[in-house]
């Protein structure tokens, strides 16, 4: 019953925990309110008056809410937010305190950056950088400090976040999706803003057999494991009924989430034993990827109160789905306009084709942008796998869609009658449904009805990445077009014959069928549809002359920014790989080998017993030869792979240690782990020197 009231209360706590737009509204005096606006909506600097007094305002709102600190929340190119800490407190004399909050510790915080990956930018000596408040995203409390969203540069200026590009994606996709609305006679719009709504994978593991596995401690995954004797052969966790423990979880953390103002909306079981997943509505692009972010780390720490342990890895467990980000990408007006909606009227679907065309387009020219963007070690090991879609790009349109872009293609579309008006050809455009054609889950970048879906995500990935590159990308296109259009004696026509033409030179890019088939890689290799299976592939693109040309034009990155990015990609690659190597050995040699000569020695004893007795031992002694060979090679693989370690460090430059990795390296870990299983899957239980698959995908 308890449960129930603090639930049917939403209303009256959601986003109690964040300074609002709507609280400033009420707090703030009318003139700072309207200088805030400003800065939010067109960037323009704060004034220093009117950001001592949102500073103050919003101090007395965090300490009345019980904060005592504040901190600069960034996102540096770890993987992780980054946060320090400062107290209010400032000392008046006497022994006392008061506390403060002033607009300049708002705006801009001087963290040290020297311990942050840079890729080269900086020395290790040049320590300081600096934070500066995103004004477009909310402030708010959490763990009793006053979080601050910002964005991170050194202190010579080169960007360090990941924040920083997409908000700069975002305001160049704005300005150039304005000019293609002002092709189509739209005066009123004043702002572009493309929306996000990430769906969340994760698995929950009981907290006490995590303890106990150092490979989930160290690396986030299982590296030894054999399958239990049930998986999801069944399908019966798919949106099955949700058990006790991870409900009371569940309830908490929507709880938290609601409080925090993050729109958790749906939950429910996924394929996998022990595997959920919880989905937010769609918010703007910076909002949803900060949103994102704080909720993993929510998603974490309830998990403990509920002796649980929340793995967002994308690859926890061999033999069994893995986890995913589902990234539901769309664009939209300030009046409420979504320019994915086909629309009612013949004007509002060609306004839908030529940004639908767009995309298409920007897809095709820069899919290796939106591969590298979810490239690590930990999603190597989904994509392709039959659980996520393949490594090479490609766009489901679905049935209805596909017929009305054929009919563009055949000249059918677009034509003009003796009023000037659109036109279409095609009669099922301007009634077209949302939901005509069934989704399609193989495919990495599908239409849904209003939006398009890129589902390779991996679920420990920031969202900023790749959503940046669909902003930046997306934009350069449409600049393409509107620099065609402009000035045009005869738009119609010339946009008909842009669309047409552009269609054509990109379709290859679309595929509605099962991308799960093999016989698609060998189809995408005949149209000439990139496939990098590997990080180390993907990121190698990211300096292209065509990528460094789309950034530096649109002032997202300089060249020297995505150097240091794809070295710091590259480098954090080889370290993930060499940890999780470490800890095979580890493992290896303190409990695996310990537990096979355990075992060895047991069974020498039953032979010997047998043998005394005058009673065959074959049973026995085919066990032992087994388990004395799989000993064998274990230690074998361990001494292989601890070479192989050795070569890894003589390898040459970045690109070849992370090349080296993901072929020496990962063979040899491979190999280990082969030899360890099959000897788990003949050791008695109470030998075995941690939990098994079993153990963990069942007992929540």
Not at 4 to 30: A, D, I, R
Not at 561 to 578: A, C
């Amino acid at each position: 019953m308890t449960d129930f009231k603090v639930c049917s209360n939403v209303p009256e706590y959601f986003g109690s925990c964040v300074f609002s737009e709507e609280l400033m509204k009420t707090k703030l005096p009318k003139n700072v309110y309207k200088a805030w606006m400003k800065t939010k909506n067109t960037g323009c600097p704060l004034d220093p008056d009117a950001a001592d007094v949102i500073a103050s305002v919003m101090k007395e709102w965090a300490v009345e809410n019980g904060a005592t600190h504040y901190t600069h929340w960034f996102f540096p190119m770890t993987g992780i937010s980054a946060e320090k800490h400062d107290s209010f407190i400032s000392p008046v004399g006497g022994g006392q305190v008061i506390m403060e909050f002033s607009g300049k510790e708002l705006i801009k915080g001087e963290p040290d950056a020297s311990s942050f990956p840079s890729g080269g930018l900086r020395a290790t000596y040049e320590a300081r950088g600096y934070t500066a408040w995103d004004p477009t995203s909310p402030a708010f409390i959490h763990d009793n400090s006053l979080y601050i969203p910002t964005a991170f540069c050194s202190y010579t200026g080169e960007i360090l976040d990941k924040k920083t590009p997409l908000l700069r994606s975002m305001d160049v996709i704005s300005e150039q999706a304005l000019r293609i609305l002002r092709l189509f006679g739209n005066t009123t719009a004043r702002r572009v803003t493309t929306t996000v709504g990430p769906e969340q994978e994760y698995f929950l593991v009981d907290k006490k057999l995590y303890d106990k596995r150092r490979d989930l401690i160290f690396a986030g995954r299982t590296l030894f494991g054999a399958k239990a004797p049930k998986g999801q052969e069944l399908e019966d966790h798919y949106f099955g009924a949700i058990k006790e423990r991870v409900s009371c979880y569940m309830k908490d953390l929507d709880r938290e989430l609601w409080k925090l103002g993050i729109y958790a909306k749906t939950k429910h079981n996924e394929v996998a034993p022990a595997q959920h997943e919880f989905a937010p509505i769609f918010t703007a692009s910076n909002i949803a990827a900060d949103q994102n972010a704080l909720a993993l780390v929510v998603m974490k720490k309830i998990a403990l109160r509920h002796g649980l342990v929340c793995l967002v890895h994308e690859k926890p467990f061999a033999g069994v789905n893995g986890s995913g980000k589902h990234n539901n990408w769309s664009i939209a007006t300030n009046e409420g306009l979504n320019l994915l909606d086909p629309g009612k009227s013949p004007k509002d679907n060609i306004l839908f084709l030529t940004f639908l065309v767009a995309i298409i387009k920007a897809i095709d020219e820069y899919a290796d942008l939106l591969r590298l963007s979810v490239a690590s070690a930990g999603n190597d090991h989904r994509l392709g796998a039959n659980e996520a879609p393949p490594a090479v790009i490609s766009i489901f349109l679905g049935e209805e869609l596909q017929k009305i872009c054929d009919a563009l293609e055949t000249g059918e579309m677009i034509k003009e009658n003796s009023n000037s008006e659109f036109v279409i050809g095609v009669d099922a455009l301007p009634n077209f449904p949302k939901d005509t054609t069934d989704r399609n889950r193989t495919s990495p970048f599908a239409f849904t009805g209003n939006k398009f879906e890129f589902r390779m995500l991996g679920s420990s990935d920031e969202i900023s990445c790749t959503n940046m590159m669909l902003n930046t990308t997306v934009a350069y296109v449409l600049k393409e077009f509107a620099d065609k259009l402009e000035g045009s004696s005869s738009f119609k026509s010339d946009l008909n014959t842009l669309l047409k033409g552009e269609y054509i030179a990109h379709k290859r890019v679309i595929f509605n069928g099962n991308g799960y088939d093999e016989e698609w890689l060998a189809e995408a290799a005949r149209r000439g549809l990139p496939n990098r299976p590997t990080t180390v592939e993907a990121v190698a693109e990211y300096p292209a002359p065509k990528n460094i040309k789309i950034f530096e034009e649109f002032k997202v990155l300089t060249r020297t920014e995505i150097e240091s990015r794809t070295e710091i990609l590259l480098e954090n690659y080889s370290k993930v790989l060499n940890i999780e190597a470490l800890t095979m050995v580890d493992m290896a040699r303190k409990q695996i080998l310990p537990a096979g000569f355990c075992f060895s020695e047991k069974l020498a004893k039953a032979i010997n017993a047998k043998v005394k007795a005058d009673i065959p031992a074959d049973a026995e002694k085919f066990v032992a030869a087994k388990v004395s060979a799989l000993n064998t090679a274990i230690l074998s693989g361990i001494e292989k792979l601890e070479d192989t370690l050795l070569k890894a460090k003589d390898a040459g430059d970045t690109l070849a240690v992370a090349s080296f990795y993901r072929s020496d390296v990962f063979c040899a870990m491979q190999e280990l782990r082969a030899a360890a299983d099959d000897l788990e899957t003949i050791t008695p239980e109470e030998i075995w020197p941690y939990p098994t698959y079993a153990d963990l995908l069942f007992n929540v």
